[in-house]
């Protein structure tokens, strides 16, 4: 029964290159932050979009805060992997970042970079698209450090050792002014902020434990807390 043994692997075949076209057409959610955008005292939705088996996003889609889409463009030849939010000019709209993979004009090496762009008028307006930041980052996200109204951008950077610092940034009307800086850890996993709080899980004596970022007298530290990771 050769030739039934070979039907079956053949509709088999077929039966997993179909389901393989299904789900890589099927779209997920990559990345989604919220914050007043344009400056109307709601919150929009901020949507990274891609499509299945893919590691970098595709479409933003942007929706006002009664869920209406009032936003959408093709971002994939970024290679988009995040979406963040912050008021890095104090003016109380937040602009919107988006974390990029690829090369530019003064860098022409694939690295991650952090664009941010202005919301006006229902479209995307470039604010600053720089070549990197002081080193090479996993991460990064957009808080008030130091309570002066302003979200400075925290990033978890690579140094040469192969050891991870925080390091902050503050916008200067052209670009990001390095602020302030932790000291070395083994590893930096992640930083998201909770409760108003930029909560970071790292390496301590080999043990991934958490922590909450602390500035007091223009030092800025990892202050650990009790729980497992």
Known sequence: ?????????????IFLIFLFFVFSSHRLILDENIGDINGDDENESIVLMKRAFRKYGEEIII???????????DFSELKPWKVAVGDVDGD???????????????????AKRPFVYNFVENSLHPKWRGSRLSRPFTDYIFYDIDGDKVDELISIEILDSGDKVINTYKWK???????????????????????D??????????????????????ILTIERVVGDV
């Open 63 to 73: 929706y006002s805060n009664d869920g209406k889409e009032i936003y959408r463009e």
């Open 1 to 13: 029964m050769k030739w039934e043994k070979c039907v079956f692997l053949g509709v088999t075949l």
């Open 173 to 195: 009307g052209f670009g990001f002014e390095s602020f302030v800086q932790s000291s070395n850890y083994e590893d930096i996993f992640t930083a998201h902020e909770e409760d």
């Open 92 to 110: 109380g709209i937040c602009e919107i970042s988006i974390g990029v993979y690829k090369e530019t004009l003064f860098h022409p090496i694939m």
């Open 197 to 218: 709080l930029v909560h970071i899980e790292y390496s301590d004596a080999g043990h991934r434990v958490k922590g909450v970022l602390n500035y007091c007298d223009g």
